[in-house]
């Protein structure tokens, strides 16, 4: 079992960046991969990337490519996702999510473990 913190959420202007970290205090941490999704008011939860348990392998769905990066750091137990020229309509709740498997697919909606989400909000 993993426990899950996000964290970075914040109010942004149109065109900005943002940084998002997903944080765990337990062990088990490093033998999971990690993606991110998010999910808007009303709409259905999206993946946006995923990496895997070395940190080595990092997966987008082809919508997903481009302005989002995912990285890991082993040494703090902490999953970054970087955000650049971020849009009003990504104005969501982000999730981060640990799973024993690595997914290779956009049609991925994720494993048993989830955060609790940080929000962000993109002004326009």
């Known amino acids: 079992q993993v426990q899950l913190v996000e964290s970075g959420g914040r109010l942004v202007q149109a065109g900005g960046s943002l940084r998002l970290s997903c944080s765990s205090s337990?062990?088990?941490?490093?033998?999971?991969?990690i993606s991110w999704f998010r999910q808007a008011p009303g709409k259905e939860r999206t993946f946006i990337a995923a990496?895997?348990?070395?940190?080595?392998?990092?997966y987008y769905p082809d919508s997903m490519k481009g302005r989002f990066t995912i990285s890991r750091d082993s040494a703090k137990n902490t999953v970054f996702l970087q955000i650049a020229n971020l849009r009003p309509e990504e104005t969501a709740v982000y999730y981060c999510?640990?799973?024993?498997?690595?997914?290779?697919?956009?049609?991925?909606?994720?494993?048993?473990?989830w955060g609790q989400g940080t929000q962000v909000t993109v002004s326009s």
């Open positions: 999510n640990a799973d024993t498997q690595f997914p290779i697919t956009s049609a991925y909606l994720g494993g048993n473990y």
């Open positions: 337990g062990r088990s941490f490093i033998r999971y991969a």
């Open positions: 990496i895997d348990a070395s940190g080595e392998s990092t």
